[in-house]
């Protein structure tokens, strides 16, 4: 073979092996694609089409859980849930619980995570138990705080008068604005300790030689709380904050367990509201757009918190 | 070893596996539902029936599953599945489970066949109801399951909401229960019994958020002459006997006869606090009387334990009681509906009954002279029940009735707790029962 054949003979190789390689990585890719259909149905079924579907209905009066024609009704869901007082009064006291409950949730965080970091003896032990409120479902919680505060046979009226605290027993929960402070309650006990094992994940990312070097300066504790341990326990705070408001604006398995929403509906969180113009009325358009509104508000309070995020330079964003 | 068990396991190989074993598991699944199932109905081999149930008032769980093993047992070529669940999720899962089919039957609400009938959640049952000696039915179990003259259900659970008192609290405050056949001299009784230091709180309403409050409602709507409805289907509670019955609600909680935490609290919570000898004087539902009574569950004496009529608010005028029935329905979605009648047909059979009214007495009128009815359930209970079951008062047989009733449970706590007045209140909640969907 001559050199000039042998050059043909290598030109019309190397196209012909280009060629190969490339059908067998298309093979390849086909053959991914197909291994990922699967997962791809799954998640659309399970995702996708129902918050595609929640978005249709929710422009549609359907007042009956089959499928059927329903009159279309554009926006006017959502503008009767936003001209409607008793949503927005729900919106106020979720609202009000998601301040409140995520505030002392972090409160009462800081100080458990700081105790939990202490060099102390049966560390492990402490910190078994801390998790154990949070390991527990939240429907046997509102069950076991709802006995717990029971007017005629509960624990906290037995301890109190005992305690010489209250005169007699008390209906805790019969009074609207009482029965919203239990829930908070219930529910800062539960998830305190999560609050406190994400701050506590943070405390062991301060470097010790800060506090080493603060104490040689003569930095009190509290001090050397201020200027250290708090500013570089921040991502951690923030962080947490925007997972404990989200969850807490959606409230809706501790009050359904706990007080059903009442008394006079001062408990009524704005998802337990949606459930019930959903499915104990069948207002199921009218719910769906309530559903739109709540995913609305919780976008809201998500971004703000990036904003946050992002102008503290955390590197998020 | 062979070249082929060296072989790695190619694309071709991976993908006849995957189409092999998804053939073999559809057509598995194609033969379980083809030997079990029929969309016509009557089905060849053993059908399953998917049930719903309420635990809570009304039979107990053990009753259901004593009344579902004799019907296996007389049909062997039906087997039962029973799910119980808190009567607060019952509605709801009805609805949510609907489009899906997952129940054959399901134990409904008197308040419920107009929504559920008029959305075709459960079957229209008038011919099949109609086919059994319902003339000896008690009037107000038969209605239980009627909307605009179709029987969507057989009417299953009769109950209303009796008085019961602890007779040796009332000895101490030198009273009886004749005293209480009237509301004034339940209001007198409880004063003395509050007086005379038996108990801080002697009465004790259900007065939560939720359909119990309706209940404890419509006794007194009854007692004081009042109706829900007119006969044109306009609320009219919110006038004459419907607001004395809230305004005497607020008024036994403004004394403090009624415990505070009756605003709080279900039928369940009344019972245990009567049970506790925390309350002397209540209404509840039959299922009261059993659990009053059973020495493991209650510190009151079963000999002190009374069950009456519900006092007349006006003297000498027998009140009707709220009607607290509960029928079996067949849904739409059911696949097997002659099987779900069958089963229907023997839970709600004269005999079935007959053999469970521990906690839930018969619909059958001549079951109440039966001497094996009345040594199980006793004398007591059934003598009483001969008076307070045939005139019962039905709360409002409207499509959208849960919205409203949603409605009228906030505004009677808003008038209990003082935010309102009674008749402010009731206004608000009868506007609720004229007005549809809010789009």
């Not at chain 1, 046997?140 to 209250?166: C, E, K, P, S």
């Not at chain 2, 107990?60 to 009344?67: F, L, P, Q």
């Not at chain 2, 009456?308 to 849904?331: C, E, F, Y």
């Amino acid at each position: 073979m001559t050199d000039a054949s042998a050059n043909v003979a290598t030109a019309g190789a190397l196209p012909a092996r280009r060629s190969t390689r490339w059908l067998a990585r298309t093979r390849e890719a086909r053959f991914a694609a197909l291994l990922l259909v699967p997962s791809v149905i799954v998640v659309f079924g399970i995702v996708i089409y129902p918050v595609l579907r929640t978005l249709y209905t929710s422009f549609y009066a359907v007042n009956s859980p089959f499928p059927g024609n329903y009159p279309g009704v554009g926006f006017h869901n959502y503008t009767a849930a936003l001209s409607n007082p008793g949503f927005w009064s729900a919106v106020e006291r979720t609202a009000y619980f998601t301040f409140v409950s995520t505030a002392l949730e972090l409160l009462f965080g800081i100080g458990i995570a700081l105790l939990l970091y202490a060099p102390l003896r049966m560390r492990w032990l402490f910190r078994t138990i801390v998790v154990l409120p949070w390991a527990l479902p939240t429907i046997v919680n509102g069950a076991l705080w709802r006995y717990m505060f029971d007017a005629n046979y509960g624990v906290i009226n037995a301890a109190f008068t005992q305690l010489h605290l209250i005169g007699s027993y008390k209906a805790w929960l019969s009074s609207p604005f009482g029965a919203l402070n239990i829930v908070i309650l219930a529910d800062v006990w539960k998830n305190t300790s999560l609050v406190a094992f994400f701050l506590l994940a943070g405390l062991a990312t301060i470097p010790r030689e800060l506090y080493e070097a603060a104490r040689i300066d003569g930095v009190t504790p509290f001090q050397a709380f201020m200027r250290i341990t708090l500013p570089l326990l921040r991502p951690a705070i923030v962080v947490v904050l925007v997972l404990r408001t989200i969850e807490a604006f959606k409230v809706f398995d501790i009050i359904y367990v706990m007080t059903g929403g009442g008394p006079a509906n001062g408990t009524q969180s704005v998802s337990f509201y949606t459930y019930q113009r959903a499915f104990s009325d069948e207002y199921f358009g009218y719910g769906s757009a309530l559903a739109y509104l709540i995913v609305l508000f919780i976008l809201v309070l998500a971004a703000l918190y990036i904003r946050a995020l992002r102008s503290d330079n955390y590197g998020i964003g | 070893m062979r070249e082929d068990d060296e072989r790695p396991i190619t694309r071709r190989d991976f993908l006849g596996t995957a189409a092999a074993g998804t053939a073999a598991f559809y057509l598995a699944a194609c033969g379980s539902g083809s030997s079990s199932s029929s969309s016509s109905g009557k089905s060849a081999g053993t059908v399953t029936l998917n049930n719903l149930f309420q635990q809570q008032a009304g039979y107990s769980a053990s009753d259901i599953a004593g009344m579902t093993a004799e019907f296996e047992k007389a049909n062997s070529n039906i087997k039962v599945n029973n799910t119980l669940v808190a009567y607060e999720a019952l509605h709801d899962k009805i609805v949510a489970a609907a489009p899906a089919g997952t129940y054959d039957v399901v134990l409904g609400d008197c308040i419920w066949p107009a929504e559920f009938g008029s959305k075709n959640i459960v079957k229209d049952l008038t011919s099949l109801v109609q086919g059994l000696p319902v003339n000896e039915i008690f009037p107000g179990a038969i209605q239980m399951a009627l909307y605009k003259g179709k029987y969507y259900g057989m009417p299953w659970i009769l109950d209303t909401k009796y008085m019961y008192a602890n007779t040796a609290m009332l000895k101490k405050a030198g009273k009886t229960t004749a005293d209480l056949k009237t509301l004034t001299g339940m209001v007198s009784t409880l004063e003395a019994l509050k007086s005379k230091g038996v108990l801080k709180y002697p009465f004790m309403g259900s007065w939560k958020q939720a359909e119990a409050v309706v209940c404890d409602y419509a006794t007194l709507v009854g007692a004081f002459g009042g109706k829900f409805l007119d006969s044109a289907g306009k609320p009219v509670f919110n006038t004459g006997g419907g607001v004395q019955a809230l305004e005497f609600m607020k008024m036994l909680l403004d004394k403090g006869l009624a415990n505070p935490s009756s605003t709080s609290s279900a039928e369940e919570e009344v019972l245990k606090a009567f049970a506790a000898e925390q309350v002397a004087v209540n209404w509840n539902w039959t299922f009261q009387l059993a659990g009053a009574t059973e020495p493991s569950k209650s510190k009151v004496p079963a000999g002190d334990v009374a069950i009456m009529h519900t006092p007349q608010g006006t003297p000498g005028v027998t009140p009707p009681g709220v009607n607290g029935g509960q029928p079996l329905m067949i849904t739409t979605g059911s696949s097997h509906p002659n099987e779900a009648w069958e089963y229907i047909k023997f839970i709600t059979s004269k005999q079935a009954q007959n053999n469970y009214v521990k906690d839930s007495l018969p619909i059958w009128a001549p079951s109440y002279d039966e001497p094996a009815v009345i040594k199980t359930a006793g004398a007591q209970l059934v003598s009483v029940a001969k008076t307070q079951l045939p005139d019962m008062i039905l709360r409002p047989q409207v499509p959208n009735y849960n919205a409203a009733s949603q409605e009228l449970q906030v505004q009677i706590q808003k008038a209990l707790l003082g935010k309102t007045s009674a008749k402010s209140a009731l206004d608000t909640a009868a506007k609720a029962f004229s007005a549809g969907a809010p789009v």
